[in-house]
């Protein structure tokens, strides 16, 4: 498929999306509005320009390496407060594209099973956005630690 196919297939699953949210799942315009700029953003900022990849095909290791690495270099002003109101977007995107068959079980499970590998530098916990939330727990490093709901 072509970049510029692969572009206008991202941004009609992105409006479907927000469409979904406010016609199936009764959000708010501004609500839905800030689930897609969030998955608008790591779609085409990320994912397109940084990994030349299309959202359909991006995995657990893409959001780690996104939030993990990328968000935290690349957004200005970029806070921990940032990561929840993303991984809530995320998972809310991706359990939809599954839901509307665009992606397998196993990427799904991957998706909401990111997390980071324990014998990484101060890295911790692997475990995904089914869990609810992480929160970074020390400053200047990217540590990720779950809250049990």
């Known amino acids: 498929m072509s970049r510029r196919r692969s572009e206008k297939r991202t941004e009609r699953l992105i409006r479907w999306f927000r469409k979904h949210l406010t016609l199936k799942r009764g959000l708010s315009e501004e609500t839905d509005s800030a689930h897609a700029h969030q998955i608008d953003f790591f779609a ?12 359909l095909n991006a995995s657990g290791s893409d959001i780690e390496n996104y939030l993990g690495e ?8 970029s806070t921990k407060s940032d990561v929840r109101p993303i991984l809530v977007a995320f998972r ?14 196993e990427q799904l499970e991957d998706i909401l099973d990111f997390g980071f590998a324990e014998d990484r530098d101060g890295y911790f916990v ?24």
């Open 44 to 55: 085409f900022h990320y994912l397109k320009d940084y990994e030349d990849k299309s959202i």
């Open 70 to 77: 990328w968000y935290i270099r690349k957004v200005l002003n």
């Open 92 to 105: 809310k995107f991706f359990k939809f594209l599954y839901e509307k068959q665009k992606i397998e079980k």
């Open 126 to 149: 692997r475990h995904g956005l089914g869990i609810e939330w992480f929160t970074i727990t020390q400053l200047g490093k990217k540590t990720f630690k779950t809250s049990t709901v």
